[in-house]
């Protein structure tokens, strides 16, 4: 028997080690996968620190660590850094269309190629496309795939889901030999860019860890909010280098 749509279980995965701070463990929350999710009750969740991946739920909680921080951008105030103007314009020959989630071979074939580069040995290589379609798709969510290309060639796909007050950043992958553009921070500029167009007030860019090269890029998209007990307050990032710039949508020609 499904549950009730009023009450929604959570369920808590073993100790594993953790993937972005050596010696240390990771503890999942996952929502119950039974249950009826949808965009309304995802977004729900989202706010309060819930990620997706495929059509499961989930909240990294470990019980002796809270270096992961749900990091969302408030767009309206986004200044872009001087390196991101940079990036920004760098990619200026490319072209972005905005596709519907459903599977497609050339999406496939990139997706394979960047994580057997990126993420070699690590459990996400030699992927099939059932794994990668697990991974991407989601039967409750609504879903966006990006594409980025130059004349006809495909260079990068960001994983898009639409809420109802922002946009969530699922996942970005792009051709390895692509990377000196910085597809990654270009994916997040534009969906900073399509929220300001749509009048959204937040990006969702997942966790950021200090301590983790992997998420450092995150840090520089400012101002930042993370959730801190319950709370989105503003994150302290006066570390980081930070330059001046004017506001994405009038600093796109």
């Known amino acids: ?4 749509a009023s009450t929604l279980h959570f369920y808590a995965t073993p100790p594993d080690p953790c993937p972005y701070l ?6 999942s929350v996952f929502a119950d996968p039974r249950a009826d999710m949808d ?16 059509r499961h739920v989930y909240r990294h909680q470990c019980p002796d660590c809270r270096a992961c921080v749900p990091l969302r951008v408030p767009v309206e105030g986004f200044r872009p850094n001087r390196n991101q103007r940079r990036v920004w314009r760098r990619n200026g020959d490319l072209s972005v269309h905005v596709t519907k989630a459903m599977p497609r071979e050339e ?6 190629r960047y994580v ?9 290589d030699d992927p099939s496309p059932t794994d990668y379609w697990r991974f991407i798709d989601s039967d409750w969510s609504d879903t966006d795939l990006v594409e980025f290309r130059q004349d006809e060639r495909l260079m990068c796909v960001a994983v898009v889901d639409r809420l109802s007050d922002g ?3 699922v996942y970005t992958f792009f051709d390895p030999e692509d990377a000196a553009r910085s597809p990654g921070t270009l994916a997040v500029l534009w969906q900073i860019h399509e929220a300001q167009r749509l009048g959204l007030p937040y990006v969702y860019l997942g966790y950021w860890i200090a ?27 006066k570390a980081l280098p930070q330059g001046r710039g004017k506001i994405l949508n ?4």
């Open 107 to 112: 999406h496939f074939e990139l997706y394979r």
């Open 167 to 169: 946009l969530s950043a």
């Open 39 to 54: 965009v309304a009750l995802y977004g729900r969740l989202a706010r309060h620190g819930f990620r997706r991946s495929g």
């Open 211 to 237: 301590g983790s090269e992997k998420m450092a890029y995150k840090g520089n998209f400012r101002p930042a909010q993370g959730l801190r007990d319950g709370v989105w307050v503003g994150l302290d990032l």
């Open 250 to 253: 009038e600093w796109t020609g």
């Open 116 to 124: 057997d580069t990126r993420h070699p040995g690590g459990g996400m």
């Open 22 to 27: 050596p010696g240390r463990k990771m503890v």
């Open 1 to 4: 028997m499904r549950p009730q």
